[in-house]
């Protein structure tokens, strides 16, 4: 299994709504990472969050990290249709190979 | 703004084919790298560059080399292209080693027939 994995794999709201997405992961990280890939393009990077901290803003993302749970969760305030994408967290793995892992991703879709 | 170019976003190639995905990056970053991305998958790293003419193996290699003979360019080498390399591939480039923020580029969805 993965070392990242969010949950839940989709997720449908109205627009303006709230959208919560959740990543697990399995062994001890430095920092989490999310990403958001629009249909069809590359990834782009939204937020970095740090083992020592617990929330982290920006702009109307929210992210928090339960290192005791090994969770992270990307709210997403006022949902717009833009907001449309798939979001993936990324940890990096720091036994054995050394990278930045990939969840699956969540696919987030905002209707009008 | 950091730009990653990708040289073409879609091919369709024939197997047995020799393939070249060609990634620029505009920002001085010393690390790039080589995902492919498939449904259900997710992202797996296939190389990644930490200087020029380094390079590391990174979950699925095989069937792939990578070139970096300048720092700004990091080519994917598919040397005799199969079905079973059909997939978006996904070029990036750090400036803070293999765990920092990546920039992507916007992804070669490539077709092997």
Known sequence: SQQ?????????IQEGENATMNCSYKTSINNL??????SGRGLVHLILIRSNEREKHSGRLRVTLDTSKKSSSLLITASRAADTASYFCATDVLQGAQKLVFGQGTRLTINP | DVKVTQSSRYLVKRTGEKVFLECVQDMDHENMFWYRQDPGLGLRLIYF???????EKGDIPEGYSVSREKKERFSLILESASTNQTSMYLCASSPDGRWGELFFGEG???TVL
């Open chain 2, 108 to 110: 070669s969805r490539l």
């Open chain 2, 49 to 55: 560059s930490y200087d020029v003419k380094m390079k």
């Open chain 1, 33 to 38: 990472q999310w990403y958001r890939q629009n």
């Open chain 1, 4 to 12: 990242g994995e969010e949950d839940p794999q989709a997720l449908s």
